[in-house]
């Protein structure tokens, strides 16, 4: 371990909560391995509010503790990233499952490869029966990796690998903000989105060595997780759903000039082409304003409509809810006098209702939703 002396070229994080049984093992395994590499290093404990001795252990066996008041897994690795002397920061849980003597490989890759972050990759080692719930290795972490990778053009095998390299003066430009398991992707995600290069060494993972309680809630995290990414992803929601609306409009158009027609064997355009056609329609401007939501809040910027829409004027935006919510009410108001009219009997309209409240309905959406966003502009 480095002296005060001597420049510290890795500092290793352990979060720390309650971890008394395991904490010792993994200080006491990672020295063991990394003593004799000629890697100057530090371990610091971000301690988030132990109650037991898990502090006092760290501290016995040479650890740095750092007192993070604020809970959460991020909240505890943001902390001692911050009071990290190295270059190099690796971090990893102290629950005694990771494989720690791949802690100089993963900094050597690091270092040789001139990467940005360097990743242990669970999926790509060895991973003991019991290790890793069914659930996550075969479809939380399979399913949000890919994510990743297809929006954010990575190349990752495990994306919520807990062991990780970072070279400190590229992590402070990612402006990580997440204090909950999140941390996790927003760290891939800001990297990818930096064009960061990101590198993985094989490692695996152990079952705990003592029964513990785990931190780790899988649908509450795995969740945070999704929305988080989705959160990153704002032009996703904008092209898919204007591509959905635009799409939908057009057929359902077409079905309401050319009326239900013969394919071959397939009968299409008829009434329940024109209902599927409509909730797709309405699926489709939920998705798009999702997306305006998003690059706002996440301020990003939008595509060319998206910002038309949003930077649009007090005047112009009141007499363009005025003329969708005129034409809703006047469609209404024809339908309701045209019922009395027919005593109340069948009126025969569906095929053209069917149209009417496709375009009025999407129209009407979008109003709904412009008016949320300008009022979302002006309490921001």
Not at 101 to 121: E, H, N, P, W
Not at 205 to 232: C, N, Q, Y
Not at 323 to 344: E, P, Q, T
Request: proline share 3%; net charge positive; hydrophobic share 45%.
């Amino acid at each position: 371990m480095a002296t005060e002396h001597r420049a510290i070229s890795l500092s290793f994080v352990f979060p720390c909560l309650n971890e008394e049984k395991t904490l010792g093992g993994c200080i006491q395994e990672l020295t063991s391995h990394l003593q004799n590499t000629g890697i100057d290093y530090e371990i610091v404990v971000a301690d988030n509010g132990s109650q037991d001795c898990s502090a006092q252990i760290a501290t016995d066996l040479g650890a740095r503790v750092v007192s993070v008041p604020k809970r959460g897994y991020g909240e505890a690795l943001k902390a001692g990233i911050q009071a990290a002397r190295g270059e190099h920061v690796a971090f990893a849980d102290a629950d005694s499952t990771y494989v720690l003597a791949d802690m100089a490989s993963l900094y050597q890759r690091a270092v040789k490869t001139g990467a940005d972050m360097a990743i242990a990759s669970r999926l790509k080692g060895e991973i003991e029966p019991g290790a890793m719930p069914l659930l996550h290795r075969y479809l939380g972490t399979p399913v949000l990796t890919t994510l990743i990778n297809l929006i954010f053009r990575g190349s990752l095998s495990d994306c919520n690998s807990g062991f990780r390299c970072l070279r400190k003066v590229s992590y402070a430009q990612w402006n990580i903000r997440a204090g909950g398991m999140e941390f996790a992707s927003e760290l891939l995600i800001k990297a990818l989105k930096a064009r960061a290069l990101i590198v993985e060494v094989p490692s695996g993972l152990r079952k705990p060595r003592v029964e513990r309680i785990a931190h780790l809630r899988t649908w509450r995290d795995g969740m945070r997780h999704l929305l988080f990414i989705f959160s990153e992803c704002p032009r996703l929601f904008e092209k898919s759903g204007l591509l959905l609306l635009l799409g939908s409009s057009i057929v359902q158009l077409a079905a309401a000039i050319l009326g239900p027609t013969k394919i071959g064997s397939f009968n299409i355009f008829d009434l329940h082409t024109q209902a599927l056609l409509l909730l797709a329609g309405l699926t489709g401007m939920s998705i798009y304003l999702l997306g305006c939501y998003l690059s706002l809040h996440q301020n990003q910027k939008p595509l060319a409509l998206t910002r038309y829409l949003v930077e649009l004027d007090e005047a112009s935006l009141f007499f363009s809810l005025l003329a969708v919510f005129g034409g809703n009410l006047l469609v209404f108001g024809y339908l309701v006098v045209y019922w009395i009219m027919h005593d109340f009997s069948d009126i025969h309209l569906i095929r053209s209702l069917l149209t009417y409240v496709h375009l009025l309905g999407i129209s009407g959406q979008l109003a709904i939703g412009l008016l949320g966003i300008h009022i979302f502009k002006k309490s921001a």
